[in-house]
């Protein structure tokens, strides 16, 4: 259900492209990134200070900040458009006018909307003047978000504002699919050297000069050494068309005779072609010489694309590279740049352990998750009383290929890397069997159908004479010892599930599709009537339910009543006034016993089914929806009767699982309840959890594995991206393919399916 909330504008008070500027280059991604997760609900708009103003729908307002003014009018045509909610400006000294740039404090003074501020610069151990203005601009601010946790130090101790008003938010980065550096240079054929890089505006402030001295120590240890420098010289440092700051790095370059080890690319570069060069890079170089300056773009930029760093020490960088992160150097210092330079080219595990701590740091900072806490903040001023909604991405199946092998899916990745040596699982190749199979439903792809059978092909691999399967097939594929020793009641039962799906959509599917489900959906009949375990009976009851939805048969009928009175009698023993619930704990997949007696009460039409399903699901989100906000059962210790749960150790399946069970109950019960907490689950996965974090990396379309206590895992594996998928899918209006097709792919499907059993 989508919310009605009215749309809010937000306008940011900003220099912005084409400006070329660091503030404006911020001020643009965070824009966007906010307009990308929230614009249902949430507007970011421009107030573009320049003196050329260009104006559009996403700039509908100029300022010229060297008159002073226009402070006052720019304020009243805000205050004019009843649209706009809240003001966000964007401060860094040198941007606005008169001393200090107090020409600001006329905005200020006549704006009548909400105002928040980001701080790019903290200055410490200011003087009188400095203190009183920053005071001044802070005695109007709602918010102010700073970037580093030593800003807001330095705020509160040495300008004594409020804690209250001040947000540490990191300065955003880009999500990137990480990568080895050797992968990435083979785009610029560079395969064969060793590369340093510094990117940005060039500016006397950048010392790059440091780093041109440090290399031919760096050169005569690695001869192979390239230092790439990359970007355009600031404008503000061009003075009558001479470019002197370029012009003497060039003749320095060619004084210490380096040219073929330095290369200079004189241009501005598209987000997208930069964090190619920094994923080429093995060692990052920081040069930076204001020891007061409080945030870099460039430097977390390095960080995000897994770059070894090597910088100078100020607050930013010294916040950042703690615990072997990187290493920092005194400010011109350009022997120790060089000895730390040498250090990192030598030990290539370092350059790894580094670069995944980077990566690894720098998950929190993406934009994606730097929007979602702006967006927060700003509803908190606009219009707390409603929720704000979180866009829906759009259905990706790049990492779902990338896992998929001739044989099926790969368990496990490192980061968003397939790891081939886990090998495969009946359990997550009936899952992707089950999002393929709604993938196809929704939008009828010929190349669904190719995957979808490449993950029934699996199962039909894995079933044995008996009827039951084995769950664990080795990179070789091979069958794993695993399965003499484990219990496989519950992936056996998922593999009912599976097949069930397949054969519901028989309208749809080819034959052949159909034929072999169904052979090996009968052959597990035999085992399916006698399983115990309650979340079995739950997986099993969806399959037997989803063919009966086609056949009929009478005899499948009899078999989900004979295993939901199984789940009637645990309920009765273990339920109480206060624990309406199957077992005396709550664990994984929880969801799913309310739904089998659901679809008992479909097939039977008995009230008791449908009494005990609704009693035990509204109970069960009674444990997940706590204070509006959706958590999983943790499987720290899961949730045991009569015992405070446990927090945090939250995984995809649960919040899929929750997703689908709620979407069946919304439609089963047409109770609108239902659809709210549907997409408020659902929102999970987007950022709206105890982190604030997305777990969905938009970037190759996978999830992430876990949402710990203070951490998101990184891990991309088979599991977490198919159960991702699965509510994604759940989310999308429903649509119909207008006819069957046929294959027009190589099925892998044997003629002689019956004769290989």
Same mark, same amino acid.
């Given at each position: 259900m989508k919310n009605s909330v009215s749309k809010s504008k937000v306008v940011f008070v900003s220099s912005f492209p084409p400006t070329q500027c660091g503030i404006a280059t911020f001020t643009q991604d965070l824009m966007t990134a906010i307009n990308n997760s929230f614009n249902q609900t949430i507007k970011c708009v421009v107030c573009n200070l320049t003196d050329k103003p260009i104006i559009s729908s996403i700039i509908p307002f100029s300022l010229n900040p060297k008159i002073k003014e226009e402070y006052k009018?720019?304020?009243?045509?805000?205050? %004019?458009?009843?649209?706009? !909610?809240?003001?966000?400006?964007?401060?860094e000294f040198g941007l606005f006018g008169g001393e200090y740039g107090n020409y600001l404090l006329d905005f200020l003074e006549n704006i009548n909307k909400p105002v928040v501020f980001t701080?790019?610069?903290?200055? =410490?151990? @200011?003087?009188?003047?400095?203190?009183?203005?920053?005071?001044?601009?802070?005695?109007?601010? %709602?918010?102010?978000?700073?970037?580093?946790?030593?800003?807001?130090?330095?705020?509160?101790? #040495?300008?004594?504002?409020?804690?209250?008003?001040?947000?540490?938010? @990191?300065?955003?980065?880009?999500?990137?699919?990480?990568?080895?550096?050797?992968?990435? !240079?083979?785009?610029?054929?560079?395969?064969?050297?060793?590369?340093?890089?510094t990117f940005g505006l060039l500016s006397p402030g950048k010392s790059i000069e440091t780093a041109i001295k440090a290399m031919p120590e760096i050169i005569k240890h690695t001869p192979d050494v390239l230092y790439l420098i990359i970007g355009?010289?600031?404008? %503000?440092?061009?003075?009558?068309?001479?470019?002197?700051?370029?012009?003497?790095?060039?003749?320095?370059?060619? $004084?210490?005779?380096?040219?073929?080890?330095?290369?200079?690319?004189?241009?501005?570069?598209?987000?997208?072609?930069?964090?190619?060069?920094?994923?080429?890079?093995?060692?990052?170089?920081?040069?930076?010489?204001? @020891?007061?300056?409080?945030?870099?773009?460039?430097?977390?930029y390095a960080l995000s694309c897994a770059c070894p760093i090597i910088a100078t020490s100020i607050p930013h960088t010294k916040e950042l590279l703690a615990n072997n992160t990187g290493i920092l150097?005194?400010?011109?210092?350009?022997?120790?740049?060089?000895?730390?330079?040498?250090?990192?080219?030598? %030990?290539?595990?370092?350059?790894?352990?580094?670069?995944?701590?980077? /990566?690894?740091?720098?998950?929190?900072?993406?934009?994606?998750?730097?929007?979602?806490?702006?967006?927060?903040?700003?509803? $908190?001023?606009?219009?707390?009383?409603?929720?704000?909604?979180?866009?829906? @991405? =759009?259905?990706?199946?790049?990492?779902l290929k990338k896992m998929t092998t001739n044989v099926g899916?790969? #368990?496990?990745?490192?980061?968003?890397?397939?790891?081939?040596?886990?090998?495969?699982?009946?359990?997550?190749?009936?899952?992707?069997?089950?999002?393929?199979?709604?993938?196809?439903?929704?939008?009828?792809?010929?190349e669904s159908l190719y995957y979808l059978t490449k993950y029934l092909n699996f199962i039909q691999r894995c079933q044995t004479s008996s009827g039951t399967f084995v769950n664990y097939i080795d990179e070789n594929n091979h069958e794993h010892i695993k399965n003499n020793y484990i219990n496989l009641e519950d992936s056996n039962a998922r593999a009912i599930w599976a097949l069930g799906t397949v054969i519901s959509s028989k309208a749809y599917l080819p034959k052949e599709i159909i034929d072999l489900a169904t052979f090996c959906f009968m052959d597990s009949l035999p085992w399916v009537k006698n399983i115990l375990s309650p979340r079995s009976i739950g997986f099993v009851v969806k399959g037997l339910y989803l063919y009966y939805g086609v056949t009929k048969d009478r005899r499948i009928a009899f078999v989900i009543e004979k295993l939901v009175k199984n789940l009637i009698t645990d309920y009765d023993e273990s339920s109480t006034v206060d624990w309406k619930w199957f077992e005396n704990y709550m664990t994984y997949a929880n969801s799913i016993l309310s739904e089998a007696l659901l679809y008992s009460y479909l097939i039977t039409g008995k009230q008791v089914h449908k009494k005990i399903a609704i009693e035990s699901f509204d109970f069960l989100l009674s444990k997940m929806f706590v204070n509006d906000q959706?958590?999983?059962?943790?499987?720290?210790?899961?949730?045991?009767?009569?015992?405070? =749960?446990?927090?945090?150790?939250?995984? =995809?399946?649960?919040?899929?699982?929750?997703?689908?069970?709620?979407?069946?109950? /919304?439609?089963?019960?047409?109770?609108?309840?239902?659809?709210?907490?549907?997409?408020?689950?659902?929102?999970?996965?987007?950022? !709206?959890?105890?982190?604030?974090?997305m777990m969905y990396?938009?970037?190759?379309?996978?999830?992430?594995?876990?949402?710990?206590?203070?951490?998101?895992?990184?891990?991309?594996?088979? $599991?977490?991206?198919?159960?991702?998928?699965?509510?994604?899918?759940?989310?999308?209006?429903?649509?119909?393919?207008?006819?069957?097709?046929?294959?027009k792919r190589k099925s892998n499907i044997s003629n002689q399916m019956i004769v290989s059993k």
């Open positions: 009018s720019t304020a009243l045509r805000i205050n %004019n458009d009843t649209s706009v !909610k809240l003001v966000h400006i964007q401060h701080f790019h610069s903290v200055i =410490p151990n @200011p003087d009188m003047g400095l203190k009183t203005f920053v005071k001044m601009l802070a005695s109007y601010a %709602n918010i102010i978000f700073v970037m580093t946790k030593k800003s807001k130090n330095i705020l509160t101790e #040495q300008y004594q504002i409020s804690e209250e008003i001040i947000d540490y938010t @990191p300065h955003g980065t880009h999500v990137v699919n990480y990568e080895n550096p050797s992968e990435a !240079k083979r785009k610029f054929n560079l395969e064969n050297r060793s590369i340093l890089s355009k010289t600031h404008p %503000n440092t061009i003075k009558n068309n001479i470019d002197e700051y370029r012009n003497y790095l060039e003749s320095l370059v060619l $004084e210490l005779n380096l040219n073929n080890n330095i290369r200079f690319i004189d241009r501005y570069l598209e987000t997208s072609e930069l964090l190619e060069y920094l994923k080429a890079t093995d060692i990052y170089l920081f040069t930076s010489k204001d @020891p007061n300056q409080a945030v870099s773009g460039t430097f977390v150097y005194d400010i011109g210092n350009y022997e120790q740049l060089a000895d730390a330079t040498k250090q990192l080219l030598s %030990n290539g595990d370092l350059r790894k352990s580094m670069a995944f701590a980077a /990566y690894e740091k720098t998950r929190e900072s993406s934009w994606e998750n730097v929007a979602i806490k702006h967006a927060n903040t700003y509803w $908190e001023l606009i219009d707390e009383n409603n929720a704000i909604h979180y866009n829906y @991405p =759009p259905i990706k199946l790049d990492h899916i790969i #368990q496990f990745s490192k980061i968003s890397e397939p790891d081939s040596t886990s090998g495969y699982t009946l359990d997550d190749n009936a899952r992707a069997l089950i999002a393929m199979c709604l993938h196809y439903q929704l939008y009828g792809e010929q959706f958590r999983t059962i943790s499987n720290k210790g899961w949730c045991q009767k009569g015992v405070e =749960p446990n927090q945090y150790g939250e995984q =995809p399946i649960d919040v899929s699982y929750a997703v689908l069970t709620l979407d069946l109950f /919304y439609k089963t019960c047409n109770d609108s309840r239902y659809e709210v907490l549907k997409e408020k689950a659902f929102s999970w996965f987007l950022g !709206k959890n105890h982190l604030h974090q990396n938009s970037i190759t379309g996978g999830c992430h594995d876990g949402l710990e206590k203070s951490n998101v895992n990184l891990n991309q594996g088979a $599991e977490s991206t198919i159960c991702y998928l699965m509510a994604r899918l759940a989310m999308e209006p429903a649509q119909v393919p207008k006819s069957k097709p046929i294959l």
